[in-house]
Nanobody, 126 residues
Framework: QVQLVESGGGLVQSGGSLRLSCAASGRTFSSYAMGWFRQAPGKEREFVAAISWIGGSTYYTDSVKGRATISRDNGKNTVYLQMNSLKPEDTAVYYC???????????????????WGQGTQVTVSS
């Protein structure tokens, strides 16, 4: 079982940066692919970025490519999402999620993930 706790959200001006963190409990963190999703008011939850459980392959939605970097530290049971050049349209609740032994483009699929955090709010002002 994996429990996930996000942190690092907040209010930032357009063009600013944030680093989101997701701390995982449990001894099997390294066997999970990790993803970041976001959900804006009135919209469906959407994929942002993911990192595979082995090999460290990363995947991004087109709207954040070049502005976001996902990374993981298996020694700290933590996954990060560095977001730069933030835009008002990045405003959403950001969720961390874990998918057991997953890799590939399927990491963009919400239903692949078995564990979710509670979310952290990111608000970008114009």
């Amino acid at each position: 079982q994996v429990q996930l706790v996000e942190s690092g959200g907040g209010l930032v001006q357009s063009g600013g940066s944030l680093r989101l963190s997701c701390a995982a409990s449990g001894r099997t963190f390294s066997s999970y692919a990790m993803g970041w999703f976001r959900q804006a008011p009135g919209k469906e939850r959407e994929f942002v970025a993911a990192i595979s459980w082995i090999g460290g392959s990363t995947y991004y939605t087109d709207s954040v490519k070049g502005r976001a970097t996902i990374s993981r530290d298996n020694g700290k049971n933590t996954v990060y999402l560095q977001m730069n050049s933030l835009k008002p349209e990045d405003t959403a609740v950001y969720y961390c999620a874990a998918a057991p032994r997953a890799f590939g483009s399927s990491l963009q699929t919400v239903s692949l993930y078995t564990h979710w955090g509670q979310g952290t709010q990111v608000t970008v002002s114009s």
